[in-house]
């Protein structure tokens, strides 16, 4: 059995993207940019209450 080839339909249908890098680097910015507004959130708390 080959690997398959962009465009490849599976037995449901589906087609076949590959991942790029592309794709990769914006789910790591996405995850940067939460852990961020995580991290301004907890400071925000932190300054409230003391």
């Known amino acids: 059995m080959s690997a398959p ?6 037995d449901f ?3 076949y993207h590959p991942h ?4 990769g ?3 790591v910015g996405c995850l940067i940019g939460c852990l961020l ?3 301004a959130g907890i400071v ?3 300054a409230l209450i003391g």
């Open 5 to 10: 080839r962009p465009g490849d339909r599976d």
């Open 13 to 15: 249908g589906r087609t």
């Open 20 to 23: 790029t890098a592309a794709d």
């Open 25 to 27: 680097l914006k789910v």
């Open 37 to 39: 507004l995580l991290a």
């Open 44 to 46: 925000a708390l932190y």
